[in-house]
């Protein structure tokens, strides 16, 4: 069964540094999309990154970036110069088998709290 | 930006009532999905839909659930008779749909906030 597994319930970072935030997978599947999610306190969620299995870039969105390394199942979240305003909740999922089932499947999710 | 929008933010009912979440999706958007988040805990998928019909449902999905597209433009979810454990998050997302990567994103609405009391 497939799986999402975020190690970090909680991180600190101090405004302007960079913090990564782990994900790791597991998947039989050789097609998959892994995607990030931003929940503020107000709790919508927001789109972030996404990457697909075959893509050979690591995508990057702005100050967001996604350090995949396919052979060991990780999909961590780089932000860069932090912002007070990304303090959140930030989810991992993933999706896999794409042309039927595409539900995703969440993380338990990191709170990031940014600090001046 | 187009965005998903769901009413209303925040829903209280009595035990044992029924309650429709409403979602509008982002207009070219083809598929459609419920999730649902229980305070505290992570986000948990209950069904998708496409083209008028149920995709994939969830062991949570049971028959106290439903879903509609009545005119073709709201998206709705149904709970015949709430139950104190359905108090939650629910979320509805939707996505365009293809074999592009990029049109697999899943956006998601702002979220109706479920008090069964």
């Known amino acids: 069964a497939q799986k999402i597994t975020q190690t970090q319930p909680g991180m600190f970072v101090q405004e302007k540094e960079a913090v990564t935030l782990d994900c790791t997978y597991d998947?039989?599947?050789?097609?998959?999309?892994l995607f990030w999610y931003k929940q503020p306190s107000s709790g919508e969620m927001i789109f972030l990154i996404y990457q697909g299995s075959y893509d050979e870039q690591n995508a990057t969105e702005g100050r967001y970036s996604l350090n995949f390394q396919k052979a060991r199942k990780s999909a961590n979240l780089v932000i860069s110069a932090s912002q007070l305003g990304d303090s959140a909740m930030y989810f991992c999922?993933?999706?896999?088998?794409?042309?039927?089932?595409?539900?995703?499947?969440f993380g338990t999710g990191t709170r990031l709290q940014v600090f001046p | 930006e187009p965005e998903v929008t769901q009413t209303p933010s925040h829903q209280v009912t009595q035990m044992g009532q029924e309650v429709i979440l409403r979602c509008v999706p982002i207009s070219n958007h083809l598929y459609f999905y419920w999730y649902r988040q229980i305070l505290g805990q992570k986000v948990e998928f209950l069904v998708s839909f496409y083209n008028n019909e149920i995709s994939e449902k969830s062991e949570i999905f049971d028959d106290q659930f439903s879903v509609e597209r009545p005119d073709g433009s709201n998206f709705t979810l149904k709970i015949r008779s709430t139950k104190l454990e359905d108090s939650a998050m629910y979320f509805c997302a939707t996505k365009t749909g293809g074999p592009d990567g990029a049109k697999n994103i899943q956006y998601f609405g702002a979220g109706t906030r479920l008090s069964v009391l």
């Open positions: 999922a993933m999706r896999d088998a794409p042309y039927n089932t595409d539900k995703l499947i």
């Open positions: 998947t039989s599947d050789q097609s998959y999309g």
